[in-house]
C-alpha cells in the first residue's frame, strides 16, 4: 500500500501552484495547425509565446497530454531563439512544461526543466523569490517518487522556509501536506494524520474548493491506523468531492477509486473491489492510454486481488501487463519472460511490480511442484536486487542508502529463502553460493558503495584540487547540518538562524551533486570504481581464510535463520526455522543482563533467565558445530539485533543454577577467539593486512576530563549531561598502555576535539578512552565527547558524520568509551555507526565496547590486551587472552560478564607487531651489550695483566 501511495501522491503535492500558472481558454485539437500558422506570421516574440503556453496549458487542462508537450515544445524553441522582455512568461513556461512531464511519468525530463526554471528565476527574481516555491515543492514531489526521501525533505524545507515569509495558506497547506507524504512513508501514521489535518483546516480558512485530495490522505492514515469507519467516510467524501469540481472522466478520480479498491480488498469485501478497479483503469485508459505509470499500476493492484483470492495464474497475466504498462521498450505478454535492465530505468515503481510477481511464483511452485516456477521466481529477485543497487547508487547521502537498505530487507531474506530451497531441492552448489551472495549484497551495499566512493577519488584520476573541493564540500554540508539538527532541538530554537541555515545548506547540497555528475562524465575510472556491486565469491572468501579460520554468516527472516558456515575448505549453508519475536526475545534477555550495572538485586531468578538465554541462542547459532569450532578463530558476520550481543558469552552447556557462578560458566569465550565483520565483502575483498611496523609514530591516546561540561556546547543534549560524569579511570587506562607501547598522551586539558583533529592521522593506533553521546534516533549524530574548550572553534563534540569526512592512517583504533556501540541498529547494515565511519576514514579495524563499562575495569583489561599485543598476538587472540586473564584473578561479582564482555574486535585481526622480530631485537639488544661488557672487561684485564 505504501507503493500505492506514492504513485497518488505525484499530483497531490503543489496542485494550487499550477492554477496560479495557467491561463488562457479552452482550444480545440485543430488549434496545432493553427499554432504552425501563426508562429511564422506573429513577429513579436513575447506575443508567440503567450499564445504556444496558452494553446500547452488548455491541452494539459483538458488531459490531452501530446498535443500540450507539442506545444511546450514549440514554446522552449521560441525562448531559445531569445529577444523575450517578458520574463514572468519564460518563467510559466519552464514550470509548467516541469508539471506536464512529471503528470506523464517522464521524471528526468521534467527534474531538468525544474533545474533550468530554478536557475533562471534565482538569476531573474532573486534567490528569495515566492517564485521558487513550485519549482523546489515539485521537484521535492520527483525525489520522493524516486524515494530519495533525504533529497524530497531538503526540498520541501526549502519551499517552507520562503512560505514562512509569504505567509500564503494555500501553498502553506500544500507544504504541510508534503510533510504528511514524508512522514506516512515512514509509517508515522498518527504524525502523519496531523499534518493533514493541519492542511484540511488551512483550505478551509483559504475557502479552497479542492478537498478531494487531503480527503483521501486522511482516509489512507485512518486505514493503517485501523479506523476503518473513519477511513471509509473520508474515501467516500473524496471521491464525491472530485466528482462535484470535474466530473466522471477526470483523470485524477482514477487514483481515488483506485484507492478505495485497494482499502475494500485489504478489508476482505470482494463484492466492491473489482468494480472499483474496473473504474480505475477506465479513466487511466481513457486519459493516458496502456503504456503510463498509472495504468500500470492499476493492473498490478488487480494482480494483487487475484493473489489474494489464490488465483496464481490470473494475478501474473495481471502483473505481466503491468510491466508492459510501465516499460516503454517492453511488450512481452509471457509471464516467464521479464525485461532486461537495458529496458528498464532502475525505479521503485518497477520493484514493486517485480517482487509480487517473484512471489507469486513461489506460491505457485507449491501447487505444480515444478522446479521451473520456483527457478523463475528466484531470477526475478535477481532483477530486483539489481533494481536496488542501482537505485542506492543514484543516492548520494547516507541516510538514503540506510532507508532504502531496511526498506528492501524483505527481498534479500525472499530471495535467499528461495535460493536454499533450490539446494536443497537440486544439490547444484550455484543456489546456496547465490544464496550467499544475496546475504553479503543485503549486508555490504550500503558502506560498500561509499568505501567505493572513497577509492574512485583515490584511484580515479581525480585532481587533487577536485578533491579538496569536494572534501571542504562535505565538511561544510556536515558543519550545516549540525548546526540545524542542534538547534531544533532546543526548547526554543532560533527560527531565522535555521532559515538561514538551511538555505546555505541547500546551496552547498546543489553544488556538491553537480560535482559529482561532473566527476562522473569526465573521469570514467572514477565512474566505473563508484560504480562497483559486486560481492566477494566463495572461492575469494575461502582463498583469504586462513586454516584456523570458521566464519559464520547469519541472515534471518520472520520465520528462518540461515548460517553460512565457511572454512578454508568447506562450505555449508544451513536453515533453521524459528519464531522471530522469540528469537528476538532472548536475545534482548542477555543484552539487557549484560548492560545493568544493578548488581544489589541481581538474583538467582536474573542468574537464572540470563543463563537459559545464553544457552538457547548458543544451540541456535552454533549448535551442531562443535567439531568445527574446535582449535578455530571465530569470524562472525551477524544480522538484525544480534549485532549487538558478544557472542562470547554465550553458553556451550546449561548452567547449574542452583548457584550463581559466573565465573565457572562455559562461555564460549574459553574456546574460542571471536571478531566481527559487518559483511564478509568488507572485511576480506580487497584485503590489506595492518600486520607489521608502520613509519607513522606508534599511539594516540586521548582521555578527556568532565569536570567542567560547558552548558552552552551542551544544550541540546541536556538529557545526556548528567551521563558526563568524571572517569577517572581513563587516565590511569592510558598512562598504563603508554608503558607498553610507546605513544603520546592527551589527557584532561589537553584532550580537546581540535587536538585529535590536527594529530590522528600521523599515529599508527588510536586509542580513545571517553564518553559519547548516543542518538538512536539519528546515528549520524552520535558524539564522541572530547574535554570542552569554550575558547576553541571546536565545540568537543565529534560526530560521527565527521568521522566520515576524516582521513586515518591508523592500523586500529580503540574506542574504550561508555556505551560507544549503544547507537541504533539499521537493519540490513551491520554493526554499530561510529565503527562503520572509522571504517569509511581508512582504519581496517576497531575495537570498540557495546555498553557502558566499569572503567576500573576497562583500565585493567586493556592493558592487558596491550601487552598480548606485544607479544605478536592477533588482535582477536590478545582480547580473549586479556578477558580470559581478568576472569582468572576476578572475584564473584566482578566476574559478571558485564565487566569483561563488552569489548568486541570488528574488521581486520592480524597482529600490530611482529613478535619474532621484538625477540630478535631484545636478542641483538641484549647480545650487543653482552659483547661491550666482555670487551670493556677484557680490555681492563689485559691493562692489569700489563701493569
Given at each position: 500500500?505504501?507503493?500505492f501511495?506514492?504513485?497518488?501522491?505525484i499530483?497531490l503535492?503543489?496542485?494550487?501552484?499550477?492554477?496560479?500558472?495557467f491561463?488562457?481558454s479552452?482550444v480545440?485539437?485543430?488549434n496545432?495547425?493553427?499554432?504552425?500558422?501563426?508562429?511564422?506570421?506573429?513577429?513579436?516574440?513575447?506575443?508567440?509565446?503567450?499564445?504556444?503556453f496558452d494553446?500547452?496549458v488548455d491541452?494539459?487542462?483538458?488531459?490531452?497530454?501530446?498535443?500540450?508537450i507539442?506545444?511546450?515544445?514549440?514554446?522552449?524553441?521560441t525562448?531559445n531563439?531569445g529577444?523575450?522582455v517578458d520574463?514572468?512568461?519564460?518563467?510559466?513556461?519552464?514550470?509548467?512544461?516541469?508539471?506536464?512531464l512529471?503528470?506523464?511519468?517522464?521524471?528526468?525530463?521534467?527534474l531538468?526543466?525544474?533545474?533550468?526554471?530554478?536557475?533562471?528565476?534565482?538569476?531573474e527574481?532573486?534567490?528569495?523569490?515566492?517564485?521558487?516555491?513550485?519549482i523546489?515543492?515539485?521537484?521535492g514531489?520527483?525525489?520522493?517518487?524516486?524515494g530519495?526521501?533525504?533529497?524530497?525533505?531538503?526540498?520541501?524545507?526549502?519551499?517552507l522556509s520562503?512560505?514562512?515569509v509569504?505567509?500564503?495558506p494555500?501553498?502553506?497547506?500544500?507544504?504541510?501536506?508534503?510533510?504528511?507524504?514524508?512522514?506516512?512513508?515512514?509509517?508515522n501514521?498518527?504524525?502523519?494524520?496531523?499534518?493533514?489535518?493541519r492542511?484540511?483546516?488551512?483550505?478551509?480558512?483559504?475557502?479552497?474548493?479542492?478537498?478531494s485530495?487531503?480527503?483521501?490522505?486522511?482516509?489512507?492514515c485512518?486505514?493503517?491506523?485501523?479506523?476503518y469507519?473513519?477511513?471509509?467516510?473520508?474515501?467516500?467524501m473524496?471521491?464525491?468531492?472530485i466528482?462535484?469540481?470535474?466530473?466522471?472522466?477526470?483523470y485524477?478520480?482514477g487514483?481515488?477509486?483506485?484507492n478505495y479498491a485497494?482499502?475494500?480488498n485489504?478489508?476482505?469485501?470482494?463484492?466492491n473491489?473489482?468494480?472499483?478497479?474496473n473504474?480505475?483503469l477506465?479513466?487511466?485508459?481513457?486519459?493516458f492510454?496502456?503504456?503510463?505509470?498509472?495504468?500500470?499500476?492499476?493492473?498490478?493492484?488487480?494482480?494483487?486481488?487475484?493473489?489474494k483470492?489464490?488465483?496464481?495464474?490470473?494475478?501474473?497475466q495481471?502483473y505481466?501487463?503491468?510491466?508492459?504498462?510501465?516499460?516503454?521498450n517492453?511488450?512481452?505478454?509471457t509471464v516467464?519472460?521479464?525485461?532486461t535492465?537495458d529496458?528498464?530505468?532502475?525505479?521503485?515503481?518497477?520493484?514493486?511490480?517485480?517482487?509480487?510477481?517473484?512471489?507469486?511464483?513461489?506460491?505457485?511452485?507449491?501447487?505444480?511442484?515444478?522446479?521451473?516456477?520456483l527457478d523463475?521466481?528466484?531470477?526475478?529477485y535477481?532483477?530486483c536486487?539489481?533494481?536496488?543497487?542501482?537505485?542506492r547508487?543514484a543516492?548520494?547521502?547516507?541516510?538514503?542508502k540506510?532507508a532504502l537498505?531496511?526498506?528492501?530487507?524483505?527481498t534479500?531474506?525472499q530471495a535467499?529463502e528461495?535460493?536454499?530451497?533450490?539446494?536443497?531441492?537440486?544439490?547444484?552448489?550455484?543456489?546456496?553460493?547465490?544464496?550467499?551472495?544475496?546475504?553479503?549484497?543485503?549486508?555490504?551495499?550500503s558502506?560498500?558503495?561509499?568505501l567505493?566512493?572513497?577509492?574512485?577519488?583515490?584511484f580515479?584520476?581525480?585532481?587533487?584540487?577536485?578533491?579538496?573541493?569536494e572534501?571542504?564540500?562535505k565538511?561544510?554540508?556536515?558543519?550545516?547540518?549540525?548546526l540545524?539538527?542542534?538547534?531544533?532541538?532546543?526548547?526554543?530554537?532560533?527560527?531565522?538562524?535555521?532559515?538561514g541555515?538551511?538555505?546555505v545548506?541547500?546551496?552547498?547540497?546543489?553544488?556538491?551533486?553537480q560535482?559529482?555528475?561532473?566527476?562522473?562524465?569526465?573521469y570514467?575510472?572514477?565512474?566505473?570504481?563508484?560504480?562497483?556491486?559486486?560481492?566477494?565469491?566463495?572461492?575469494e572468501?575461502q582463498?583469504?581464510?586462513?586454516?584456523n579460520?570458521?566464519?559464520?554468516?547469519?541472515s534471518?527472516?520472520d520465520?528462518?535463520l540461515?548460517?553460512?558456515?565457511?572454512?578454508?575448505?568447506?562450505?555449508?549453508?544451513?536453515?533453521?526455522?524459528?519464531?522471530?519475536?522469540?528469537?528476538?526475545?532472548?536475545?534482548?534477555?542477555?543484552r539487557?543482563?549484560?548492560?545493568?550495572n544493578?548488581?544489589?538485586?541481581n538474583?538467582?531468578?536474573?542468574y537464572?533467565?540470563y543463563?537459559?538465554?545464553?544457552y538457547?541462542?548458543?544451540?541456535h547459532?552454533?549448535?551442531?558445530?562443535d567439531?568445527?569450532l574446535t582449535?578455530?578463530?571465530?569470524?562472525?558476520v551477524?544480522?538484525?539485533?544480534?549485532?549487538?550481543?558478544?557472542?562470547?558469552?554465550?553458553l556451550?552447556?546449561?548452567?547449574?543454577?542452583?548457584?550463581m557462578?559466573y565465573?565457572?560458566?562455559?562461555?564460549?569465550?574459553?574456546?574460542n577467539?571471536?571478531?566481527?565483520?559487518?559483511?564478509?565483502?568488507?572485511?576480506?575483498?580487497?584485503h590489506?593486512?595492518?600486520?607489521?611496523?608502520?613509519?607513522?609514530?606508534?599511539i594516540?591516546?586521548f582521555?578527556?576530563?568532565?569536570?567542567?561540561?560547558?552548558d552552552?556546547?551542551?544544550y541540546?543534549?541536556r538529557?545526556?549531561?548528567?551521563?558526563?560524569?568524571?572517569?577517572?579511570?581513563v587516565?590511569e587506562e592510558?598512562?598504563n598502555i603508554?608503558?607498553?607501547?610507546?605513544?603520546?598522551?592527551f589527557i584532561?586539558?589537553?584532550?580537546t576535539?581540535?587536538?585529535f583533529?590536527a594529530?590522528s592521522?600521523?599515529?599508527?593506533?588510536?586509542?580513545?578512552?571517553m564518553?559519547?553521546?548516543?542518538?538512536?534516533?539519528n546515528p549520524?549524530y552520535s558524539?564522541?565527547?572530547?574535554?570542552?574548550?569554550?575558547?576553541?572553534?571546536?565545540?568537543?563534540l565529534?560526530?560521527?558524520?565527521e568521522i566520515?569526512?576524516?582521513?586515518?592512517?591508523?592500523?586500529?583504533?580503540v574506542?574504550?568509551?561508555?556505551n560507544?556501540g549503544?547507537?541504533?541498529?539499521l537493519?540490513?547494515e551491520?554493526v554499530?555507526?561510529?565503527a562503520?565511519?572509522?571504517?569509511y576514514?581508512?582504519?581496517?579495524?576497531?575495537?570498540?565496547?557495546?555498553?557502558?563499562?566499569?572503567d576500573?575495569?576497562?583500565s585493567?583489561?586493556?592493558?592487558n590486551?596491550y601487552?598480548?599485543?606485544?607479544?605478536?598476538?592477533k588482535?582477536?587472540?590478545?582480547?580473549?587472552?586479556a578477558?580470559?586473564?581478568?576472569?582468572?584473578?576476578?572475584?564473584?561479582l566482578?566476574?559478571?560478564?558485564?565487566f569483561?564482555?563488552?569489548?568486541v574486535?570488528?574488521?581486520d585481526?592480524d597482529?600490530?607487531?611482529?613478535?619474532?622480530?621484538?625477540?630478535r631485537?631484545?636478542?641483538?639488544?641484549f647480545g650487543?651489550v653482552g659483547?661491550?661488557?666482555?670487551?670493556f672487561f677484557r680490555?681492563k684485564?689485559?691493562?692489569?695483566?700489563v701493569?
Amino acid at each position: 500500500m505504501k507503493n500505492f501511495l506514492k504513485k497518488i501522491f505525484i499530483f497531490l503535492l503543489f496542485p494550487p501552484f499550477l492554477l496560479f500558472l495557467f491561463s488562457g481558454s479552452m482550444v480545440s485539437e485543430s488549434n496545432l495547425e493553427l499554432e504552425k500558422h501563426e508562429t511564422s506570421e506573429i513577429v513579436n516574440p513575447d506575443s508567440l509565446l503567450q499564445k504556444q503556453f496558452d494553446r500547452a496549458v488548455d491541452f494539459l487542462r483538458k488531459g490531452e497530454f501530446d498535443y500540450s508537450i507539442q506545444s511546450f515544445e514549440n514554446a522552449i524553441l521560441t525562448i531559445n531563439q531569445g529577444g523575450l522582455v517578458d520574463k514572468n512568461l519564460v518563467y510559466r513556461t519552464y514550470v509548467n512544461f516541469g508539471v506536464l512531464l512529471n503528470r506523464v511519468g517522464d521524471w528526468k525530463k521534467s527534474l531538468n526543466f525544474y533545474d533550468i526554471a530554478e536557475s533562471f528565476t534565482i538569476t531573474e527574481f532573486g534567490d528569495d523569490s515566492n517564485k521558487l516555491i513550485p519549482i523546489y515543492g515539485n521537484k521535492g514531489t520527483i525525489f520522493n517518487n524516486y524515494g530519495d526521501l533525504v533529497k524530497a525533505q531538503n526540498y520541501y524545507e526549502k519551499a517552507l522556509s520562503l512560505l514562512e515569509v509569504e505567509g500564503n495558506p494555500k501553498w502553506l497547506s500544500q507544504t504541510y501536506n508534503n510533510l504528511g507524504v514524508i512522514l506516512y512513508k515512514k509509517a508515522n501514521y498518527s504524525e502523519s494524520l496531523k499534518y493533514y489535518l493541519r492542511t484540511l483546516n488551512l483550505k478551509k480558512e483559504s475557502n479552497s474548493q479542492y478537498f478531494s485530495s487531503t480527503f483521501n490522505n486522511i482516509a489512507n492514515c485512518y486505514k493503517k491506523l485501523k479506523r476503518y469507519d473513519e477511513a471509509d467516510l473520508y474515501y467516500k467524501m473524496s471521491i464525491e468531492e472530485i466528482i462535484k469540481t470535474n466530473g466522471t472522466d477526470y483523470y485524477l478520480l482514477g487514483d481515488y477509486y483506485l484507492n478505495y479498491a485497494v482499502f475494500q480488498n485489504e478489508i476482505q469485501n470482494d463484492k466492491n473491489v473489482l468494480p472499483y478497479l474496473n473504474l480505475a483503469l477506465d479513466i487511466y485508459r481513457k486519459n493516458f492510454g496502456d503504456k503510463h505509470p498509472d495504468t500500470a499500476h492499476c493492473l498490478k493492484n488487480f494482480g494483487d486481488y487475484y493473489f489474494k483470492k489464490k488465483d496464481h495464474l490470473n494475478a501474473l497475466q495481471y502483473y505481466q501487463k503491468a510491466l508492459i504498462s510501465e516499460l516503454d521498450n517492453f511488450n512481452n505478454s509471457t509471464v516467464y519472460i521479464n525485461p532486461t535492465m537495458d529496458e528498464l530505468d532502475p525505479q521503485l515503481s518497477i520493484l514493486e511490480i517485480l517482487k509480487p510477481k517473484a512471489v507469486t511464483l513461489r506460491y505457485l511452485y507449491d501447487k505444480t511442484n515444478s522446479i521451473s516456477d520456483l527457478d523463475f521466481s528466484l531470477q526475478t529477485y535477481d532483477l530486483c536486487l539489481d533494481i536496488i543497487d542501482k537505485i542506492r547508487i543514484a543516492y548520494q547521502d547516507e541516510e538514503s542508502k540506510f532507508a532504502l537498505s531496511k526498506n528492501e530487507k524483505e527481498t534479500y531474506n525472499q530471495a535467499i529463502e528461495i535460493a536454499v530451497k533450490l539446494y536443497q531441492l537440486t544439490k547444484d552448489v550455484k543456489y546456496k553460493e547465490k544464496a550467499f551472495i544475496y546475504s553479503e549484497r543485503s549486508k555490504s551495499a550500503s558502506l560498500q558503495s561509499s568505501l567505493n566512493d572513497v577509492n574512485a577519488k583515490n584511484f580515479g584520476g581525480i585532481s587533487t584540487e577536485l578533491q579538496e573541493k569536494e572534501t571542504n564540500l562535505k565538511l561544510n554540508i556536515a558543519k550545516y547540518r549540525e548546526l540545524v539538527h542542534d538547534e531544533r532541538k532546543k526548547q526554543t530554537p532560533d527560527r531565522d538562524s535555521i532559515s538561514g541555515w538551511q538555505n546555505v545548506l541547500f546551496n552547498l547540497n546543489e553544488e556538491y551533486n553537480q560535482m559529482v555528475l561532473r566527476f562522473e562524465e569526465d573521469y570514467p575510472e572514477y565512474y566505473a570504481l563508484k560504480y562497483d556491486t559486486k560481492t566477494i565469491d566463495i572461492e575469494e572468501l575461502q582463498s583469504r581464510l586462513s586454516d584456523n579460520d570458521l566464519l559464520i554468516e547469519y541472515s534471518i527472516s520472520d520465520s528462518a535463520l540461515f548460517s553460512f558456515v565457511i572454512t578454508k575448505s568447506s562450505f555449508e549453508v544451513e536453515r533453521e526455522k524459528i519464531v522471530k519475536d522469540s528469537f528476538d526475545y532472548h536475545l534482548e534477555e542477555v543484552r539487557n543482563c549484560l548492560k545493568t550495572n544493578d548488581f544489589a538485586n541481581n538474583s538467582v531468578a536474573y542468574y537464572q533467565k540470563y543463563t537459559k538465554s545464553a544457552y538457547l541462542l548458543y544451540q541456535h547459532l552454533l549448535n551442531g558445530k562443535d567439531s568445527l569450532l574446535t582449535g578455530k578463530s571465530l569470524l562472525i558476520v551477524p544480522d538484525d539485533k544480534m549485532a549487538y550481543i558478544p557472542f562470547g558469552v554465550l553458553l556451550k552447556k546449561e548452567a547449574d543454577t542452583t548457584t550463581m557462578n559466573y565465573r565457572n560458566l562455559e562461555y564460549l569465550i574459553k574456546y574460542n577467539s571471536i571478531t566481527y565483520h559487518n559483511s564478509a565483502t568488507l572485511g576480506f575483498k580487497n584485503h590489506s593486512s595492518s600486520y607489521g611496523f608502520s613509519s607513522n609514530k606508534s599511539i594516540l591516546a586521548f582521555a578527556p576530563s568532565y569536570n567542567d561540561v560547558n552548558d552552552s556546547i551542551l544544550y541540546t543534549e541536556r538529557a545526556y549531561r548528567d551521563k558526563l560524569y568524571p572517569l577517572p579511570g581513563v587516565k590511569e587506562e592510558v598512562i598504563n598502555i603508554s608503558k607498553v607501547i610507546h605513544g603520546d598522551l592527551f589527557i584532561d586539558d589537553m584532550a580537546t576535539e581540535a587536538n585529535f583533529k590536527a594529530n590522528s592521522g600521523e599515529y599508527d593506533v588510536l586509542h580513545l578512552a571517553m564518553h559519547t553521546i548516543i542518538d538512536d534516533e539519528n546515528p549520524m549524530y552520535s558524539k564522541l565527547v572530547f574535554t570542552q574548550n569554550s575558547d576553541s572553534l571546536q565545540d568537543g563534540l565529534l560526530n560521527t558524520h565527521e568521522i566520515y569526512n576524516m582521513n586515518f592512517n591508523a592500523r586500529m583504533v580503540v574506542l574504550s568509551a561508555c556505551n560507544t556501540g549503544d547507537g541504533k541498529l539499521l537493519k540490513g547494515e551491520g554493526v554499530m555507526s561510529l565503527a562503520r565511519g572509522f571504517f569509511y576514514a581508512g582504519c581496517p579495524s576497531v575495537i570498540m565496547t557495546l555498553w557502558t563499562v566499569e572503567d576500573k575495569t576497562g583500565s585493567n583489561l586493556m592493558s592487558n590486551f596491550y601487552t598480548f599485543l606485544s607479544h605478536g598476538l592477533k588482535k582477536d587472540d590478545a582480547l580473549r587472552q586479556a578477558k580470559l586473564e581478568y576472569l582468572k584473578t576476578a572475584d564473584a561479582l566482578k566476574s559478571h560478564p558485564y565487566f569483561w564482555s563488552g569489548y568486541v574486535t570488528l574488521g581486520d585481526v592480524d597482529p600490530l607487531y611482529d613478535d619474532g622480530l621484538i625477540h630478535r631485537l631484545m636478542y641483538f639488544a641484549f647480545g650487543s651489550v653482552g659483547i661491550i661488557l666482555f670487551l670493556f672487561f677484557r680490555k681492563k684485564f689485559k691493562g692489569k695483566a700489563v701493569a
